[in-house]
């Protein structure tokens, strides 16, 4: 079955950095576009980071410039390089893979939290 795992979470000083990875199993990352999403308590999900299956990136703008997302194709696994952090970033961050092409898919992780606190 399709299974993607996210790691890579946990307690962080504002200012700092984190590296979430998304790893694959089951499907090829490649094939797909991959997002990060996050959600923070009382809000709905949103998505912060995406790069498509031909590696284009996008973000949204509250990340531009802070944010970074690839993917190592050997290893089957998306990353989000995340620096200069605030406390506004805190939030359970979900990996996705999306293909709207046959076949079709659209399969999360289980998420891994982010806290942003001194």
């Known amino acids: 079955q399709v299974q993607l795992v996210e790691s890579g979470g946990g307690l962080v000083q504002p200012g700092g950095s984190l590296r979430l990875s998304c790893a694959g199993s089951?499907?090829?990352?490649?094939?797909?576009?991959m997002g990060w999403y996050r959600q923070a308590p009382g809000n709905t999900r949103e998505l912060v980071a995406l790069?498509?299956?031909?590696?284009?990136?996008n973000y949204a703008d509250s990340v531009k410039g802070r944010f970074t997302i690839s993917r190592d194709n050997a290893k089957n696994t998306v990353y989000l390089q995340m620096n200069s952090l605030k406390p506004e970033d805190t939030a359970v961050y979900y990996c996705n893979a999306r293909r709207v092409s046959w076949p079709r898919l659209d399969a999360w992780g289980q998420g891994t939290l982010v806290t942003v606190s001194s």
């Open positions: 089951g499907v090829i990352l490649s094939m797909n576009d």
């Open positions: 790069i498509t299956s031909g590696g284009s990136p």
